[in-house]
């Protein structure tokens, strides 16, 4: 299933993947091409053919979120008031790719700041899901996951902050990983919650979000070892399962073909679910100490974040929540703090339900209902627990829904070791597929 396979001819590639973005510009997921891909590509091939050593994304279109720096393309986070805005470095994670050999092809359209699990912006407009166009595409991330799912590229970088990459993966199809919490990876990425903020794969299949994964942070890329999953214990959360009858049905046989390869199914609660929303809104706290301090190292940036909204040019549905985040004007306030000591608590709880279970990983659907329109779903609180207590989480889809929309499952680990959630992960997509080693 791997597709993040350097190209034989990097220019055709790149021109057959421009000619999708021109094809599929009605989904409004991407907010503008990289003028030099095919200057790159071209270098890329000339290195080819002198038999230079190459990367493992070599000549690899892919597409980022447009809140992470590609220098010198803009990066403006979806908002109007920052369209001039350029990049005049690359972003850590965006050097890695490029060292790799990856060509950067588009920026994508997003929420805007990042805020909403749908994404709309005043640069961009709604990011409509390409497997059924009228509806989203979901968010902040949205533009990365309708590009990869129509085929514009097959992998982008998106951030997630409360399910950003996620809930779009599970939306149109794709596996998405949001890895543990660490600050170090964040340099060049804008903010909107310092604390919960990660950059993470948004790809087709668990190997491929392995590679890119790797890439990001630097180390070299390995197979991930496939395994059984014979004697793998998943802690079944059935609180976050939901009420949607048409997901459900698709939620039951994916544990019932989980059970079928081997693995053993505990239901499990977690006490804690109750008070979720006692760290969700740290962005709230978070969010203008953050962004006047990023936009402060901006040439040509607004002076901050009361610029902004003094400039009106935002979506306007905003105006309320910005106005709200101006009034956090320091952290470690009451509120700040209690939801920073929740996040300790709820990584705890995590942990003490799986020593006491013996528990490998835990398994929910990723979002509580399928999409039904445009307008912004209400996920539910499971993509929080990966984002509140900073423990890794992949999605991956578990099937197909008899009105035809893909269902996601996450799993958590509480582990801050990526490869061990992914070679679960793998095993379970194997399963899923039909593939798995029984």
Known sequence: MKRL???DDCPEEIARRLDVIQQHRALNAILGVNPDAMSQAEQHQQQRRR????GPLHGVPLIVKD???CAP????LGCRALASLNATSDALVIQRLRRAGAIILARANMSEFAFDVRSRSSLGGDVANPLR???????SSGGCAAAVAAGMADGALGTDTGGSIRIPCSYTGLVGLRPAFRRSQLDG?????????TVGPMVHSVEDAALLHAVIHGL?????PVRSLKGVRFGVVTALQGEDEVQLEVWQSALHTLRRAGATLVEVSLPLLDDVSQATCLSLYEFRVAIDDWLGKQPGAPSGLTSIVDSGAYLPEFAPFLRQMLASSTLKTPLWLAGRRFQRLLRQNLCQVAEAQ???????PTVQRLPESMAKMPPGCAPELAAISGLPAITLPCGVSRIGLPVGMEMLSVQENETALMVLALACEGALDGKGQI
Do not use: H
């Open 67 to 69: 809140n992470i720096a």
């Open 358 to 364: 013996r528990i490998d990983g835990f398994v929910y």
């Open 73 to 76: 393309m803009p990066i403006t």
């Open 133 to 139: 166009p009228s509806l989203t595409a979901g968010g």
């Open 220 to 224: 070299p890329p390995v197979a991930l």
């Open 189 to 197: 990425v804008a903010p909107l919650s310092p604390s919960k903020d």
């Open 5 to 7: 396979i350097p190209p």
């Open 51 to 54: 038999g230079e050593p190459i």
